[in-house]
């Protein structure tokens, strides 16, 4: 079959991609939602801390925790300072968004708080912005090297078949879908710099530079294909070290322009910290004696190539790419390599509560060029082509299925195991008993490099909460709360129950489903532990921050709570039951309880 390659292919994919893009924010009404969360909370806390509130050093959150934990989580400095944890490289992709939604919440009435829907709206279209802008230059990077249908393909088939699907779209404020777009202009500009080393050009790839170290520092190891780029262009150790003498200035510029970016943050912590580098992470940190680099490729958990499975050809093109990106081919190979063993020797390998590998987006502009090799690596064969075909059509279909199914917590969002992976495997809805097939990772063990990631226990085990049911107020099989009922009825239960199981961990988990977006401390579930003098504590677990909640879908919710805490002993009673705080009505349904113990 013949394919005309004239015809801009490529234009129409990215056109597909856009139209996706704007279906699917209308039809998810990401107007109304709460899009700061997560991490998001650190790199956008910039932003409102110096325009809203006038203060970076965070001192007004004292007044008030509560009120301001939806904008800020800061870290203590050893010097007393509150300190936001993540570095503000991303604010200033955010901050002329952030700019015009101040002024629209000023100027139409909404509350001028960083989170209201003018400040929604604007960072949900800067994520739009940049995804185009990546786009636009990831295929100007690939028509350097292959044809239209080549191009075409590979940015369809790293879009929807992999997990940079969900994070443009469903978590699209993280850094890593700005990271694709920013290093789909560097690779571009690295080849037109070589080929005419204009002022503009210097300017920009030192201004890129800056900003992708300074999102997210792992990535000074991209510099690694710019530097094997010059190194394989010059043929010679001698010729490469003459070219960068001859060109000293052009790239004293651009260090000097990659540490322009960085001095703002350099200011920041010495204001607030003392010291002009400052690690915020505290006890997180690297065990490079122990990656997890099969764990983070392969395993049920969180394996790029199992949750992106069409990015596979990334991977077999490093070794076909041969001399149709031949100067850029050792670097990829090296930095592929290398950013492997960095990313999953991370104490989270498996990076929290996410969709897949999320850190290897961060190479996809990289890894677009073996992708597409590998394209055309099957194209030159009219039989491996058809042999391809069928193959290269199911991954790029499962990738993108994977995507919805784990919008749907279908995928767990960080405890997915064997046993829960195939019981939904291609499934729109989901397996029974699956929740007690889902192992959450022992974070208390992972920041200690303890090589046993996950809690090590017994199948959960179910608990009779229904004798424990007040009559007079009972548990019905679907709770409603609304403006004029915030609190549901409450189970009761004994504490010596509880301990006479030796369990270790109890859950709680339920169906939520929601009209509205449910936003940081809507939402929570009460633990309640009372003894004959009354309430000794109160324990809560907010909603929004611990699952993944939809609109107007059936959610699966999960708290938990862990026994063997001081609350247990010095209380008679728990109390278990949900508070709402938002006006808008919840439904909870199909819950249940479960425990489990430690072998």
Known sequence: MEINTQTSWSKYAIWTIILFWLAFFINEKEWLKQNVVWDVIFYYGYLPAKFIFH????????????????LFIPELAPNGGLVIKTTMGLSFLYAPFFLIANFCAKAFGYPVDGLSMPYQVGLMASAFFYLIIGLVFIRKLLRLYFDEVTTALTIIGIYFGSNLLWYTTGEALMSHGYLFSITAIYFYLIVKWFERETFLQTFLLGLLIGLMILIRPTMVLLLLPFIFYICQKN????????YLWERKWKFLLMIFICFLVAVPQLIYWKKITGNYLFFSYNEERFYFNHPHILDGLFSYRKGWLLYSPLMALSVFGLFVMKNKVKDFKIGIITTFFISIYVFFSWWTWWFGGSYGSRPMIDLYAMLALPFAASIDFFRMNKKRFYFFIPIAAFLLFLGAFQNWQYKHGLIHFEGNTKKSYWQNFLRTTMGENWWDNIERPDYDSAVLGIESVVKVGNHRIGFDWKKYENPIHPLFPTVILNSDNLYSSSLKIPLKDLLDLKADMIYFNAFLKCEESIKIEDVFFIFSFENDSGVVSITNRD????????ISEWSPIEVKMKVDSTNFQNATFLNLFVHKVSKSKMIFKDYSITYNVLK
Request: no cysteine; net charge positive.
């Open 55 to 70: 203060d970076l050093s965070l001192k007004f959150t004292l007044t008030d925790v509560n009120k301001f934990h939806s």
């Open 235 to 242: 043929g010679s150790i001698s010729n490469f070290l003459k």
């Open 543 to 550: 909603l929004a921050l611990s699952n993944n909640i939809k």
